[in-house]
């Protein structure tokens, strides 16, 4: 699983934001779909059922500037 909190420019948590992950050409993309979630009253998020390699990671928020970021999703955690 891949997890975190989500913080706007000042530090403070974003409620609500969607926060998409898709496997990364070449790290079995196209096997999977995209997983999306929401943040929580903390910010909080976590996206389970990707499978082992790179993912992009994308935060949307309406009044936020978009942010997308490369992550790994640990082969521990991943889905065969």
Not at 1 to 28: D, K
Not at 37 to 58: H, M
Not at 71 to 76: D, I, N
Request: hydrophobic letters at 45%; proline letters at 6%.
């Amino acid at each position: 699983s891949v997890a975190g909190t989500v913080r706007g420019p000042g530090g403070s948590v974003i409620i609500g934001a969607e926060v998409v992950l898709t496997p990364v050409r070449g790290a079995a993309a196209g096997a999977v779909v995209a997983r999306r979630v929401f943040t929580d009253d903390e910010g909080r998020f976590r996206v389970t059922g990707l499978p082992n390699g790179r993912a992009s990671l994308a935060v949307r928020r309406i009044g936020y500037r978009p942010a997308t970021r490369e992550v790994q999703v640990p082969l521990a955690e991943a889905v065969a």
